[in-house]
T-cell receptor, first 110, second 113 residues
Framework: QKEVEQNSGPLSVPEGAIASLNCTYSDRGSQSFFWYRQYSGKSPELIMFIYSNGDKEDGRFTAQLNKASQYVSLLIRDSQPSDSATYLCAVLSNDYKLSFGAGTTVTVRA | ETGVTQSPTHLIKTRGQQVTLRCSSQSGHNTVSWYQQALGQGPQFIFQYYREEENGRGNFPPRFSGLQFPNYSSELNVNALELDDSALYLC????????????FGPGTRLTVL
């Protein structure tokens, strides 16, 4: 079983719609969770982090965490063409190792 | 931009050669982590350095080694290069041991022929 799994893409959404990205993790002791955005040919860029169960909102992005279900999600509201990228879910284990999922590629259609 | 820099940007080597990649961490950050990202995959943790000591290691063979210097810059060395070592190598810095948020540099694209 992979440590971090993301829903397979690619995900195509129309401009202005909500993009929903999902992630599950295997280490129940994990405490910190991150979403990175990676444009083609570029390095990952941190967009959100969440530590506590529930929702965390930052602009058009909302991260949701459910530790009991070992599930993290990211919602992108009012999707823009500039949101087209690969989104990486990352989980920090108790030994401070950051594990990444394979990523979900999002395409926003104008 | 995160303030993390890496050099070189691109590198081409042949099998069996050795390579050294370099990373300068963001100002005020004393922890550096290295990742390997193969095409279409997420980054894979190689190791982490905190105040010049290796602080954790992923599932990579000993031919992957590193250093951190007193100014917190870091090197990744790979010996006996294999074709599968072709990847984007990413350095990330954070402001302390176990600090949660890591900021990535632009990466070094290594091609092994």
């Amino acid at each position: 079983q992979k440590e971090v799994e993301q829903n397979s893409g690619p995900l195509s959404v129309p401009e202005g719609a909500i993009a929903s990205l999902n992630c599950t993790y295997s280490d129940r002791g994990s405490q910190s969770f991150f979403w990175y955005r990676q444009y083609s040919g570029k390095s990952p860029e941190l967009i959100m982090f969440i530590y506590s169960n529930g929702d965390k909102e930052d602009g058009r992005f909302t991260a949701q965490l459910n530790k009991a279900s070992q599930y993290v999600s990211l919602l992108i509201r009012d999707s823009q063409p500039s949101d087209s990228a690969t989104y990486l879910c990352a989980v920090l284990s108790n030994d401070y190792k950051l594990s990444f999922g394979a990523g979900t590629t999002v395409t926003v259609r104008a | 931009e995160t303030g993390v820099t890496q050099s070189p940007t691109h590198l081409i080597k042949t099998r069996g050669q050795q390579v050294t990649l370099r990373c300068s961490s963001q100002s005020g950050h004393n922890t550096v982590s290295w990742y390997q990202q193969a095409l279409g995959q997420g980054p894979q943790f190689i190791f982490q350095y905190y105040r010049e000591e290796e602080n954790g290691r992923g599932n990579f063979p000993p031919r992957f080694s590193g250093l951190q210097f007193p100014n917190y810059s870091s090197e990744l060395n790979v010996n006996a290069l294999e074709l599968d070592d072709s990847a984007l190598y990413l350095c990330a810095s954070s402001p302390g041991w176990g600090a949660n948020t890591q900021y990535f540099g632009p990466g070094t694209r290594l091609t092994v022929l």
